[in-house]
């Protein structure tokens, strides 16, 4: 039986079996079987993407993991080290990041090692766990703990070289833009003075490690703050004409490259061209508080959309034209339990219920190239496969 009959029979068969809803996901997924097919043989995609927890309404990990491999997105990032996310994403080579802030435990070397012997160890290799972040956005918080970033991070580091897992896993911590005292022009970066006794060492340590310095960047903020002065094309890599660089007479056309560049020069202020910039944040809120100007469906699709095609076209930014971009969007789901103004709970490409907020334009699993990213469109849902893959997990 050819496989589309056999579907049909499937289908006629269990009819007068199933609930409506139930025969309405088998004609989706009989439809969808060749995307599926195709989507098996895509390249993933270049971007990775954070997965939040901050909310009581989200999927179980399994149907969270169906729904990335059906996006064919290979990388996601943790702020914690969750067993049940680890344990489903086995075996799929879907990389992670896993984070831990509780740096005054993991100062102490019998902690760190205790808790990478019992958070990553176990996990590898059926989890591809790739790196640790020790803290997230620490300098510029309380003396205590901008204290024991470093050694923190030390201690891991040790731990993870003492258990033999030095070859797989490496060691970090992510830093907010906020540490950069000037990123205007970008060749004129530099790290407030304040923080400097605590990001030479950090930097020191990065370059003898081999590892990333870790970014979150959100254009969002500086347009928010100034709507007036910030263009909007700009920030979300719109056409516009762009800024040069005074002191390097290179033109930028959006400002997260700007950003970027901004902290090669502060690094390289510090004696440090042998790091390489990775953003480990960065996103778009699709809806905010009435104060909060640009936070709508159709920016935070423009944003996103135009980001992850110029991932896929494996771009640099005007300083580092060969070194690709390498992102982690910020976030999965809405977050409905994260403190603060509505933005903080809008950023997810999905809602809980595995429906896209928005049309990011994944045709199977890669990116449409066809489609442009405009904040003046109106957004469609076109993730077909993505929204069949969840429902599976909820209603069979």
Request: hydrophobic share 45%; proline share 7%; aromatic share 8%.
């Amino acid at each position: 039986m050819a496989p589309a009959e056999l579907r049909r029979h499937t289908v006629a068969m269990l009819s007068s079996q199933l609930p409506l809803r139930v025969l309405l996901l088998l004609s989706l997924l009989s439809v969808s079987a060749m995307d599926v097919a195709s989507a098996a043989t895509a390249a993933p995609l270049k971007f990775g993407i954070n997965y939040g927890q901050i909310a009581n309404n989200l999927p179980h990990p399994s149907q969270v993991s169906g729904l990335l491999q059906s996006l064919n997105v290979n990388r996601v990032k943790l702020y914690d080290a969750d067993p049940a996310v680890l344990t489903a994403f086995a075996g799929t080579g879907v990389e992670f990041i896993v984070g831990n802030e509780d740096l005054q435990n993991l100062t102490d070397a019998r902690s760190a090692r205790a808790w990478v012997s019992q958070h990553v160890q176990p996990f590898l290799p059926d989890t591809r766990i790739t790196c640790i972040i020790v803290g997230n956005e620490v300098l510029g918080k309380d003396t205590a703990a901008m204290q024991n970033l470093l050694p923190a991070m030390q201690a891991v580091y040790q731990a993870v070289s003492d258990l033999g897992l030095s070859g797989q896993v490496n060691v970090s911590t992510a830093h907010s833009v906020n540490i950069l005292a000037s990123s205007y022009p970008p060749s004129s970066g530099v790290f407030r003075e304040e923080l400097a006794q605590y990001i030479q060492p950090i930097l020191n340590f990065l370059a003898e490690a081999r590892s990333p310095f870790l970014i979150n960047a959100y254009p969002f903020f500086a347009y928010k703050g100034s709507p007036g002065t910030v263009s909007l094309p700009y920030v979300l890599f719109e056409p516009n004409q762009g800024v040069v660089d005074p002191n390097t007479n290179l033109t930028y056309d959006n400002m997260l490259y700007a950003q970027i560049d901004a902290v090669y020069a502060a690094m390289k202020a510090m004696g440090h061209t042998d790091l390489t910039v990775r953003i480990s944040e960065t996103g778009w809120p699709s809806k905010g508080d009435e104060d909060e100007v640009g936070a709508s469906v159709a920016n935070a699709a423009a944003y996103n959309g135009n980001l992850m095609k110029r991932i896929a076209m494996g771009q640099g930014t005007p300083l580092k034209p060969d070194v690709p971009v390498d992102v982690f969007v910020f976030a999965l789901f809405n977050e409905d339990m994260k403190p603060g103004p509505a933005s903080e709970r809008n950023y997810g490409l999905f809602y809980p219920n595995g429906t896209p907020v928005y049309n990011l334009g994944f045709n199977g699993a890669s990116l449409d190239p066809s489609l442009t990213y405009s904040s003046s469109s109106k957004p469609t849902i076109t993730i077909l496969m993505a929204v069949v893959v969840l429902l599976a997990g909820f209603f069979l």
